[in-house]
C-alpha cells in the first residue's frame, strides 16, 4: 500500500483489500476482474480466495442481515466463479475501514457450502483454469501455519520467511505466486499492526543515515536493530523526518522473480523499483516528473495487457494515480504556482513529454486536455481549470 496525497482527490479511499470490486456491476451480480495465469486476457474459469479475518459468516445473501450459513476461519480457502453483489457494504476489519461487496463462493471443505462472503475480508490468491489452481493442500498448510504467529512480534517474519524457503524453495508457477502473495500480505500485516516504529524512534540518526536510506544504501547491518528489522523481512524508510520500518521487497523479489508467472514477474519487478524509490517528502516530488510519467505509462500498458490480473485493483490504483499526479501535481508540488496561480513550467515540459513519447494512451489524452485548456487560459490556474480539475478526478473514481 502506497501513502499516496493529492489535490484534487485526498479524500478518496483506497481500497486493496479484495480482488474485483472495480467491476461493473449488475443488479444480479457480475464478475470480478482478476488474472488467468495461461491467458492474460481470458476471463478464469476459477478463482481462489483466502480468507482474513476469523468467524467470517457465510449469508445466504449478500449483506449483513442475510441468513448465516456458516462461518470461516482465518486462513481457510472458498472457490468462486467471480459473481459479485451489486451492493457495497462499509466494514471495520483489524483496524481498516473497506466498502466492498460481497463474494459468492464455495466452502473448498467437504461439505461444500455455497453462500456470500464479504469482499473486504478476502484476498485473492489465484484466478485461471482450475486444471492449473496451486497445491491448495500446500497453501492451507501455510496459512495455518501464520495462524500460529502473533503479526506484533518482530520474530513472526523471520518465521514466515523460513517456513517459506524450506517448504517452497524452487516452487513454480501459480503456486509461486499465492505463496508470494500470502507472505506479502502477512508482512504488509505486521508493518501496519507491529508498531515497530518504536523500535526506530530508540536510534540517534544521522544525517548520513537519512540521506542512505532515501538512496535507498542503508546498510541494515550498521545498528543491532536495524538488523534485526532485516533479518524478519524489513527495511527503512523516512517521512516527516521519521524513520520506520517497511516491508523490504527486494527480498521478496530476490527470492520469488524467477518462480512466479509471467505477469507476477512484472508486476514484483515495478512494485520493488517504486518501494526502492522515495518519491514524496513531506507531501512533495523529489523524483524527476519523468519519472512518474513514465510508470503512469507502464501500469496502463500493464493493464491493458493483463485486464484480469490477479491484483487488478492495485495496479489500476497506481495507473490511476500516478495520472492524476501527471495533472494535478501532490500538495507541495502542485502543478501551478498557489501564489502566482501560473501553471508549471516543469508540468508544462511533462506534459509535451508525455504526448510526444505516449500518443495513443489515455495519459497523454489526458494530459493534452489539460495543457490545451491551460494554454487557452493563458497558462493560468483559472476557475475554468479548477473545474476541469475536479470534474476529471470525479471522473476517474467513478469508473
Not at 230 to 241: D, M, R
Not at 296 to 306: G, I, Q, V, Y
Request: aromatic letters at 12%; hydrophobic letters at 35%.
Amino acid at each position: 500500500m502506497k501513502p499516496y496525497s493529492f489535490l484534487a482527490c485526498s479524500a478518496l479511499a483506497i481500497l486493496l483489500a479484495a480482488c474485483g470490486s472495480d467491476a461493473p456491476q449488475s443488479n444480479t451480480g457480475t464478475t470480478a476482474p482478476t488474472v488467468s495465469a495461461e491467458n492474460p486476457k481470458e476471463k478464469p474459469e476459477v478463482y481462489l480466495y483466502a480468507t482474513t479475518v476469523d468467524k467470517l459468516n457465510l449469508r445466504a445473501e449478500p449483506n449483513k442481515n442475510g441468513k448465516v450459513i456458516t462461518q470461516l476461519a482465518e486462513g481457510d480457502f472458498v472457490e468462486s466463479t467471480g459473481e459479485v453483489s451489486s451492493n457495497k457494504e462499509e466494514a471495520q476489519l483489524r483496524g481498516i475501514t473497506y466498502l466492498e461487496p460481497y463474494f459468492k463462493v464455495t466452502t473448498t471443505t467437504p461439505e461444500q457450502y455455497n453462500g456470500w462472503a464479504y469482499g473486504g475480508a478476502l484476498h485473492c490468491v489465484y484466478a485461471g483454469s482450475r486444471a492449473n489452481s496451486p497445491d491448495l493442500g500446500k497453501l492451507s498448510q501455510f496459512t495455518m501455519f501464520l495462524k500460529t504467529l502473533d503479526a506484533k512480534k518482530l520474530e513472526s517474519g523471520k518465521k514466515a520467511w523460513d517456513y517459506v524457503r524450506s517448504n517452497f524453495t524452487g516452487t513454480s508457477g501459480t503456486l509461486a505466486d499465492a505463496v508470494f502473495i500470502l507472505l506479502q500480505q502477512y508482512l504488509f500485516r505486521m508493518e501496519r499492526e507491529g508498531e515497530f516504529y518504536t523500535i526506530t524512534e530508540k536510534i540517534s540518526w544521522k544525517d548520513e543515515d537519512y540521506l542512505a536510506i532515501n538512496d535507498n544504501k542503508f546498510d541494515m547491518n550498521r545498528y543491532p536493530a536495524t538488523k534485526s528489522l532485516a533479518e524478519n523481512g524489513f527495511k527503512l524508510a523516512t517521512g516527516e523526518g521519521m524513520v520506520f520500518p517497511v516491508v523490504d521487497w527486494n527480498q521478496l523479489s530476490a527470492f520469488f522473480a524467477g518462480m512466479v508467472t509471467g505477469p507476477m514477474s512484472v508486476y514484483l519487478k515495478e512494485e520493488t523499483a517504486e518501494n526502492n524509490m522515495t518519491m514524496y517528502n513531506d507531501g512533495g516530488i523529489i523524483v524527476p516528473l519523468q519519472e512518474i510519467a513514465d510508470r503512469a505509462a507502464t501500469w496502463e500498458k500493464f493493464n491493458a495487457d493483463h485486464p484480469y490480473f490477479v491484483r487488478k485493483e492495485e495496479t489500476t490504483e497506481s495507473e490511476r494515480w500516478m495520472r492524476l499526479v501527471m495533472v494535478n501535481g501532490s500538495d507541495n508540488t502542485p502543478s501551478y504556482n498557489y501564489e502566482t496561480q501560473d501553471v508549471s513550467e516543469d508540468f508544462k515540459k511533462v506534459w509535451a513529454y508525455i504526448q510526444q513519447k505516449y500518443p495513443g494512451t489515455r495519459l497523454a489524452a489526458v494530459v493534452k486536455e489539460i495543457a490545451d485548456l491551460s494554454a487557452a487560459e493563458g497558462w493560468k490556474y483559472t476557475k475554468k481549470v479548477e473545474d476541469w480539475h475536479m470534474k476529471y478526478a470525479e471522473k476517474e473514481y467513478a469508473q
